[in-house]
């Protein structure tokens, strides 16, 4: 359970402004649940519009303690359901009017279809599921997904199957093709992932061969990270390189 401070000098309560907290404060409070978050990680969240802080005049953020609450929820659906941002944005909307929100098992069970799927609608919420089940949840034909295969930009996994992430690959593929961006076009872009991904395995080979077996773990957790920044850094750089050519 998160640490809420409460009681105000003197009056047994606290305003708002007395209760709100620094990122360190907040940083202090979910890692009594969430070992593994970092400041990095909470500024990451505020950066994709799952809270959003108060600011001081002089630029400080200021969180409320419904904001650390948001962000414990943000952090469970992460661990425990698997759920990308997106979705949990969603589900968090969803709750904030009052709507009820099912969300899938957790432990083994992922949902691959951004968090619409159910055993009623056909579509697959395993963690893996087959070549039929990814034709239907990228809405793509059996010629669309051979020729992304033979550019490597999706495949399946050693055991058979596609994972969660693939399906991902392969509904961000489908919608860049919507725009005339063809497979040739986006193999440079598996490319440079290929090559961030290497980049982060050197950082983290160290912890991953320790061991302690929390040492291990914090090698996944900050593999994870990385991960997260590197794609916030390519984006900054995709926005940046627009804006001097549009301008």
Do not use: C
Request: no cysteine.
């Amino acid at each position: 359970m998160l640490r809420t401070p409460t009681g105000g000098a003197g009056h047994g309560t606290a305003t708002a402004d007395d209760r709100a907290m620094s990122i360190g404060a907040v940083l202090l409070q979910l890692r009594d649940e969430f070992p593994e978050v970092t400041i990095s990680k909470i500024r990451f969240l505020e950066a994709e519009g799952l809270v959003e802080p108060q600011r001081t005049p002089s630029g400080y953020r200021k969180f409320r303690p419904d904001d650390v609450e948001r962000l414990a929820q943000v952090l469970r659906m992460q661990r425990d359901h698997y759920l990308p941002l997106k979705v949990i944005r969603e589900h968090l909307d969803a709750l904030a009017r009052g709507e009820q929100v099912s969300l899938p098992s957790a432990g083994g069970q992922r949902d691959l279809t951004d968090g619409s799927g159910d055993a009623g609608s056909g579509r697959a919420t395993a963690a893996r599921i087959g070549r039929a089940e990814l034709l239907a949840a990228a809405e793509v034909t059996e010629s669309e997904l051979e020729e992304w295969e033979s550019y490597g930009l999706v495949a399946p996994t050693a055991e058979g199957g596609y994972d969660a992430e693939t399906v991902t690959v392969a509904k961000l593929v489908a919608d860049l093709g919507r725009f005339g961006l063809e497979p040739r076009h986006l193999r440079a872009m598996r490319g440079a992932a290929e090559r961030e991904a290497g980049l982060i395995e050197q950082v983290v080979a160290p912890l991953r061969r320790h061991r302690n077996p929390q040492t291990r773990a914090h090698a996944e957790a900050t593999a994870k990270e990385l991960a997260e920044l590197s794609v916030r850094l390519h984006s900054a750089f995709v926005q940046t390189a627009l804006r001097i050519r549009l301008h």
